[in-house]
């Protein structure tokens, strides 16, 4: 099942359409939830308190046919649920059921004061699914894709453990629907890779020496294998003194990729504060649609 939340946006239009597309290929049913529900946001103390919720049962009721009527005519089986609670609560309680599969949502967020207290609905709930979360940002690369006129451009970033696996899993399943034109990114820190394997000299603080980057491609090469399984699938080492997901939606970016894969640790609490968060810094910047992949 492929959970998709909705609140009649252009963007959340756009990410249930994806969910549509996705379902028909797969043969999954989309279950497409409205929550009504919304944070009340304390701004003095930074924190967030009950919920409030929108009643508006008959307009919401109707806006819910008319979309699910609206996936239906893209040729997915789809079912409409008004949830009272708040979206990121009612995506990421629905990502903890067996059946589900995905989840996918718009790429919008709140006010600029919810966003900086909280983050936005996309950030929350790919920090607490248990499931793949799917941030859309333009479906028209999905239709064309859907339709086999073209492959779906990825971006798939790598790291050493598991979350790179779980990216690189979710990336496999979906190469099952259709065609991938697929690069996986390592970007590395040159100065701690060369000290790591032992290469000095000029330039070592700053740039990756080539007994490094030799050691680099082999592992790179070693660690990915056969997993990617897609034909098309380039490897890129990216070296970078900056933060990791600066260089990730540069490298996106530069290339035209369609979607950007990563994979999350779902650091929690005050181990927030001590560890760069990848994937939130993707999601908060990137420009084309996100997805991610949770790991341990």
């Known amino acids: 099942m492929i959970v998709c939340g909705t609140d009649f946006s252009e963007a959340a ?38 919920i409030r919720s929108d009643p508006g049962p008959v307009t919401t009721s109707a806006r819910l046919e008319s979309e699910v009527a609206r996936l239906h005519g893209l040729g997915a089986r789809v079912d409409g649920i008004i949830d009272p609670s708040s979206p990121d609560r009612a995506l990421v309680e629905r990502s903890r059921l067996p059946a589900t599969s995905l989840l996918v949502l718009g790429a919008v967020g709140h006010t600029l004061v919810e966003r900086v207290l909280l ?24 239709a064309q894709w859907a339709g086999g ?11 050493v453990g598991s979350s790179a696996s779980t990216a690189l899993d979710w990336v496999r399943q979906l190469r099952r629907l259709g065609d991938l034109q697929l690069t996986i990114c390592w970007v590395v820190n040159p100065a701690q890779e060369n000290k790591r394997v032992g290469a000095t000299g000029p330039g070592a603080g700053v740039e990756l020496l080539p007994k490094c980057q030799e050691t680099l491609w082999h592992e790179f090469r070693r660690m990915v294998g056969e ?70």
């Open 149 to 159: 006129k073209r492959p779906l451009r990825i971006l798939l970033a790598f790291d």
């Open 227 to 296: 997993e990617a399984n897609v034909p098309t699938t380039e490897l890129r080492l990216e070296p970078t003194l900056g933060r990791i997901d600066s260089a990730l939606t540069m490298v996106a970016r530069e290339t035209n990729q369609d979607l950007l894969v990563v994979g999350s640790h779902q650091r929690q609490g005050f181990e927030r504060l001590w560890h760069t968060s990848v994937s939130r810094g993707v999601l908060r910047h990137a420009a084309m649609s996100v997805a991610v992949a949770a790991g341990s």
């Open 119 to 142: 983050g936005s609905v996309a950030e929350r709930v790919a920090m607490g699914a248990v499931k793949p979360v799917l941030v859309v940002r333009d479906a028209a690369p999905w």
């Open 13 to 50: 239009l756009a990410a249930a359409s994806v969910a549509a597309y996705i379902a028909a290929l797969s043969g999954e049913a989309v279950q497409l939830v409205c929550a009504s529900g919304e944070r009340e946001i304390d701004v003095a103390a930074g924190t967030e308190g009950a």
